[in-house]
């Protein structure tokens, strides 16, 4: 079935740094999506990309639908303490019914 | 984005049991999914809860394990079934936004089986 590779697994960084992650599969997403987990929460929706190629920001989070359609990626830049969390993304399943396929996520803490 | 609720947050049950767990959406909806998180893992698509009709499984997942109900668009319930300490996870409810294939997602059911 598809997959969606995702890395890095983890992150460690200091508050401040900028935070980039990505996403790639072997095959064609026509839909990107990105959420976060906080702990004890369900995954809220951050950015959706819909065309290769598109750019798209929220507050400090980029993100970017690849060219080849099989990757994208994020970035936040200028990390703070409450943007520790999972990060996944998630692509529509080839069966189509709108289902979703989920990356294994990176989990991300900052130093304060 | 719809608000979506979920009943029971947590719990604890003791194997051979079952719990249903509720999702309940402001909103009419078409789509709804269940999904579970297994500990420090990615989410898993149970089934696509119909209303009208029923629930369609994914490979790996069967009805007499995960019953589902979904009587209206707003409301389904998922039944974990003669659980096992391997059914320890978090349940989830999504509903379809109705634009391309976002999802929101309820906040979440923990389940602690021993």
């Known amino acids: 079935g598809q997959q969606l590779n995702q890395s890095p697994q983890s992150m460690f960084i200091q508050e401040g740094e900028d935070v980039p992650m990505n996403c790639t599969s072997s095959?064609?997403?026509?839909?990107w999506l990105w959420y976060k987990q906080d702990p004890g929460e369900g995954p809220v929706l951050l950015i959706a990309?819909?065309?290769?190629?598109e750019l798209t920001s929220n507050g400090r989070l980029t993100a970017q639908f690849g060219i080849t359609r099989k990757d994208s990626f994020l970035n936040i830049s200028a990390s703070i303490p409450s943007d520790v969390g999972i990060y996944f993304c998630?692509?529509?399943?080839?069966?189509?019914?709108?289902?979703?396929?989920f990356g294994k996520g990176t989990k991300l803490t900052v130093n304060p | 984005s719809a608000v979506i609720s979920q009943k029971p947050s947590r719990d604890i049950c003791q194997r051979g049991t079952s719990l249903t767990i509720q999702c309940q959406v402001d909103?009419?909806?078409?789509?709804m999914f269940w999904y579970r998180q297994q500990p420090g893992q990615s989410l898993t698509l149970i089934a696509t809860?119909?209303?009208?009709?029923?629930?369609?499984?994914e490979s790996g997942f069967v009805i007499d394990k995960f019953p589902i109900s979904r009587p209206n668009l707003t409301f389904s319930t998922l039944t974990v079934s003669n659980m096992s300490p391997e059914d320890s996870s978090i349940y989830l409810c999504?509903?379809?936004?109705?634009?391309?294939?976002?999802?929101?997602f309820g906040p979440g059911t923990r389940l602690l089986v021993l």
């Open positions: 990309l819909y065309k290769a190629g």
């Open positions: 999504s509903v379809g936004s109705g634009v391309g294939e976002t999802q929101y």
């Open positions: 095959s064609i997403f026509n839909t």
């Open positions: 998630a692509g529509p399943n080839q069966g189509g019914s709108e289902k979703l396929v």
């Open positions: 909103s009419q909806v078409t789509m």
């Open positions: 809860a119909n209303q009208g009709s029923e629930a369609t499984y």
